[in-house]
């Protein structure tokens, strides 16, 4: 089975320019999360998901930050307008529904590097 | 609020050596999951094992371990002959399990390993 895919894997941009991740979650996953990783703050949880609808967006970072996920097999994270301090790695996860082991399966994660 | 440490930031060791990674946790659940999982260089996260509160059996899979002790809320993984492959950043996590959540993970901060010959 494929896993958790995301696009791109690196992107670099300038401050000021929109930029648009993409997720791919595990077919037949409930569950997608976007988790934000940085030296200064390590893995931190942005948004997740339950059956395509935001349930909690309480750790995306400022309104430059949205979310969505129009059907169960992808999902985006967009910035807008980009910041240097948007540079990090985004990694997507997802999981079965709940009930399940509970273990996210994560993606590649995609670094972003705003200049 | 959940929390989880790992005070150890790097550790590096000659390979075959054994190595232990401290995970101390906080949380007001009485019902919770405990997870390992790996950061190779590549950048992927790998789930290595996922431990329940109140199974606090111990866990072998070759040679890795892990002593889950609830009277102290450590969770602790151990690398038994240790090899260079086992060089990644391992994480710690923490996540609630009651029914009609999401399971949130909260993550430590990591423990670089670095195994050397």
């Known amino acids: 089975d494929a896993g958790v895919i995301q696009s791109p894997r690196h992107e670099v941009t300038e401050m000021g320019q929109e930029v648009t991740l993409r997720c791919k979650p595990i077919?037949?996953?409930?569950?997608l999360f976007w988790y934000r990783q940085t030296m200064m703050r390590g893995l931190e949880l942005l948004i997740y998901?339950?059956?395509?609808?935001?349930?909690?967006d309480s750790g995306m970072p400022e309104d430059r930050f949205s979310a969505k996920m129009p059907n169960a097999s992808f999902s985006t994270l967009k910035i807008q307008p980009s910041e240097p301090r948007d540079s990090a790695v985004y990694f997507c996860?997802?999981?079965?529904?709940?009930?399940?082991?509970?273990?996210?399966?994560f993606g590649e994660g995609s670094r972003l590097t705003v200049l | 609020a959940q929390k989880v440490t790992q005070a150890q930031t790097e550790i590096s060791v000659v390979e075959k050596e054994d190595v232990t990674l401290d995970c101390v946790y906080e949380?007001?659940?009485?019902?919770?999951?405990l997870f390992w999982y790996k950061q190779p260089p590549s950048g992927e996260l790998v789930f290595l094992i996922r431990?329940?509160?109140?199974?606090?059996q111990n866990e072998i899979s070759g040679r890795y371990s892990w002593n889950f002790q609830k009277s102290t809320s450590s969770f602790n993984f151990t690398i038994t002959a240790s090899q260079v492959v086992d060089s990644a950043v391992y994480f710690c996590?923490?996540?609630?399990?009651?029914?009609?959540?999401?399971?949130?993970?909260?993550f430590g901060t990591g423990t670089r390993l670095q195994v050397t010959l």
């Open positions: 996860a997802s999981r079965r529904r709940q009930g399940d082991t509970g273990e996210l399966f």
């Open positions: 077919s037949g996953h409930d569950y």
């Open positions: 998901f339950n059956n395509n609808v935001p349930i909690d």
């Open positions: 949380t007001r659940d009485t019902t919770y999951y």
């Open positions: 431990r329940n509160s109140f199974d606090e």
């Open positions: 996590a923490l996540s609630e399990a009651r029914p009609g959540t999401a399971s949130k993970l909260t």
